[in-house]
């Protein structure tokens, strides 16, 4: 069973904080990490599909950084608006295996 | 839009009965998942096919089964429903390799 991570289970900001979440796979047998946006009465949606030790995406304000070697990945949201409250959902891709195994994910509430 | 259609949106049926879900991938997508939510639960990957063949299984019960037709689309067939199979089932379609997922809006299963 592929144990994956996403700390911390929910979190609560003010509009215009800026926040991280941590999202925890196996280090071995690593192929690639993606992460989604899903918010309340949608459908999850991709944000960034990472597989090199040290990638670095961006999109817009959210970013997300990738340690293949110990097993995590950050996602960070630079100056949180109300719109970004969502859960944001991570799931490794283990070589060898074609299951995409989602975390639990990061609820994440902006307060304006 | 992802792309992905899934049918029924909902549907309401009783216990004992079979049911089956309908997921067309976005167009070129090879690969389709399918996942189950629970009330309160993350996504569960249940199933994945690749241009027709049955690539990973999860915890999808033996009531449950699934195929791929030459055309690509995908059913999920539900047997013997329990009250307990309520749930959202989302498919959701990739290409290939680390390609991202498109989640369709779900099919929304209510066991009475």
């Known amino acids: ?112 | 839009d992802s792309g992905v259609t899934q049918t029924p949106k909902h549907l309401i049926t009783a216990t004992g009965q079979r049911v089956t879900l309908r997921c067309s991938p976005r167009s070129g997508d090879l690969s389709v998942y399918w996942y189950q939510q629970s009330l309160d639960q993350g996504l569960q990957f249940l199933i994945q096919y690749y241009n027709g063949e049955e690539r990973a299984k999860g915890n999808i019960l033996e009531r449950f089964s699934a195929q791929q037709f030459p055309d690509l689309h995908s059913e999920l067939n539900l047997s013997s429903l329990e009250l307990g199979d309520s749930a959202l089932y989302f498919c959701a379609s990739s290409g290939a390799g680390s390609s991202p997922l498109h989640f369709g809006n779900g099919t929304r299963l209510t066991v009475t």
């Not at chain 1, 509009?15 to 009465?41: I, Q």
């Not at chain 1, 599909?49 to 950084?65: H, P, W």
């Not at chain 1, 990945?73 to 295996?97: H, V």
Request: proline residues 5%; hydrophobic residues 30%.
């Open chain 1, 1 to 112: 069973i592929l144990n994956v991570e996403q700390s911390p289970q929910s979190l609560h900001v003010q509009e215009g904080d800026s926040t991280n979440f941590t999202c925890s796979f196996p280090s071995s047998n690593f192929y690639a990490l993606h992460w989604y946006r899903w918010e309340t009465a949608k459908s999850p949606e991709a944000l960034f599909v990472m597989t090199l030790n040290g990638d670095e995406k961006k999109k817009g304000r959210i970013s997300a950084t990738l340690n293949t070697k110990e097993g995590y990945s950050y996602l960070y949201i630079k100056g949180s608006q109300p719109e970004d409250s969502a859960t944001y959902l991570c799931a490794p891709w283990m070589d060898s295996s074609y299951k995409l195994i989602f975390g639990s994910g990061t609820r994440l509430l902006v307060r304006p």
